[in-house]
Nanobody, 124 residues
Framework: QVQLVESGGGLVQAGGSLRLSCAASGRTFSVDAMAWFRRAPGKEREFVATINWSGGTTFYADSVKGRFTISRDNAKNTVYLQMNSLKPEDTAVYYC?????????????????WGQGTQVTVSS
């Protein structure tokens, strides 16, 4: 049974920072691609960032490029999302995602497993 458990969400002022974590279990984490998606109120789920199995390749949505950084620690079975210079439009539920392949995840149809989500609220 694969489980993804996110943590680190919360309320922050615009311009602030948060670090999300996602602890994975139930599979060999180090062979899987990981990603973060988000769903804002009244909007469709959207891709945020992805990282390949080794952590050597990353890809970001244009809306977060230069502000967010995805990373992973395969020894701890954990993927992170460092979010800096947060904006009110970053307010959303953030979901961790895992795929049974080593490349990148840019679309939800490649995701095999989802976390339950963590709320991030950025006040203006």
């Amino acid at each position: 049974q694969v489980q993804l458990v996110e943590s680190g969400g919360g309320l922050v002022q615009a311009g602030g920072s948060l670090r999300l974590s996602c602890a994975a279990s139930g599979r060999t984490f180090s062979v899987d691609a990981m990603a973060w998606f988000r769903r804002a109120p009244g909007k469709e789920r959207e891709f945020v960032a992805t990282i390949n199995w080794s952590g050597g390749t990353t890809f970001y949505a244009d809306s977060v490029k230069g502000r967010f950084t995805i990373s992973r620690d395969n020894a701890k079975n954990t993927v992170y999302l460092q979010m800096n210079s947060l904006k009110p439009e970053d307010t959303a539920v953030y979901y961790c995602a895992e795929a049974r392949w080593a490349g990148l995840i840019a679309t939800a149809d490649k995701v095999n497993y989802w976390g339950q989500g963590t709320q991030v609220t950025v006040s203006s």
